[in-house]
């Protein structure tokens, strides 16, 4: 199954749905599709200028369709309540936005309420592991939380700053790509392309003005497992009324994700009993694991760490032998007179 395929697998095409931020590229083209329709940040108008102006994109540009609601996909409640669909959509998809959103937890709410029971968010979501985030520290509940009560809405001078003073490359055949293939290629290409320094004089700069320009950022970094963990959390305590469908594993740089608006409003039952403290712990060590934390010292993409073990087992070896030699002499010198 392709990427697509794999995005749109929950896609009931007969409904009305909402594609975010497709781009030149979109999933579901309005020719094929008139029940589909587009969310951006951008104007079409402004969408097309700026996609004369990129020599990777000029050439693409009559693939840039009309955009129906234009804004901030994290008020997307507040963008389509007037909308006769509103609560009626089957589906919301995205490919590579999620990571962008500076307030997910607003998202995911707005994405519930503008969902049909029954409804999907189907998206595609860079695992940091095997991007140019490499180098950066997953996002964390306490994060999204603060971003969601603080109502923030756009990326804050701290998460800029991490974005770029962390930013990294992967370098493969001496040339530069934006990841690699997780699943195949050495994590160690990655190369640190970010500037701590000027990095910090652009937040300092940053933190001096009333209202800061919007500076595009992967504001959430995530992988496969974190991301299960952290949706799972807020279904835990309340925030979200949605479920899980699926978590994928990273294929190539990205993994894919299902979540579903339950049928009913009771069907989503949320308490603290241990086997949901368990399941959560489980979620926990997973995370943990992927992070390379758990069983210490194996590293699944480092050999080196099998090769360092090895020499420790020589070393151990070797003054076992020392210490024998210095306990028993008299050991050593029959010995020395057989061979001798």
């Not at 997973?286 to 699944?300: D, K, M, Y």
Request: aromatic letters at 10%.
């Amino acid at each position: 199954m392709g990427r697509v395929e794999e995005v749109l697998k929950f896609v009931d095409f007969r409904c009305p749905g909402i594609e975010i931020a497709p781009y030149f590229s979109p999933m579901i083209p309005k020719a094929k599709h008139s029940n589909a329709f587009t969310l951006d940040v951008f104007s079409t108008a402004v969408l097309r200028e700026k996609g004369k102006e990129d020599p990777n994109v000029k050439d693409l540009v009559e693939n840039i369709e009309e955009v129906d609601f234009v804004g901030d996909a994290c008020g997307i409640d507040a963008m389509l309540r007037n909308n006769e669909n509103y609560g009626q959509f089957q589906y919301i998809v995205s490919s590579h936005n999620f990571e962008h959103l500076p307030n997910p937890i607003k998202f995911l709410i707005g994405c519930s309420r503008v969902l049909r029971p029954g409804g999907y968010i189907s998206m595609a979501i860079p695992d940091h592991r095997a991007c140019f985030d490499h180098f950066r520290f997953p996002t964390k509940l306490s994060d999204w939380l603060l971003a969601y009560h603080g109502e923030i809405e756009q990326p804050s001078p701290e998460v800029v700053f991490d974005f770029f003073s962390n930013h990294s490359a992967y370098t493969a055949e001496g040339d530069q790509r934006i990841g690699c293939d997780f699943a195949s290629d050495n994590p160690d290409n990655f190369e640190l392309t970010g500037d701590v320094v000027s990095a910090y004089e652009v937040y300092k700069h940053a933190k001096q003005q009333d209202q800061n320009e919007y500076q595009d950022a992967h504001c959430s970094v995530l992988t496969n497992t974190s991301f299960e963990l952290l949706v799972s959390d807020l279904i835990r305590i309340g925030l979200v009324d949605l479920e899980v469908v699926e978590v994928s594993d990273v294929r190539g740089l990205e993994f894919f994700v299902h979540l579903r608006k339950p049928e009913k409003d009771n069907e989503l039952v949320q308490n603290d009993t241990e086997v949901s403290r368990l399941r959560r712990e489980d979620q926990l060590r997973e995370v943990s694991r992927s992070l390379g934390a758990a069983g210490f010292p194996h590293r699944s993409f480092d050999a080196s760490w099998a090769e360092r073990e090895a020499v420790l087992a020589e070393r151990d070896r070797l003054a076992s032998e020392l210490r024998n030699v210095v306990r028993y002499p008299w050991k050593n010198f029959r010995r020395f007179l057989r061979r001798a």
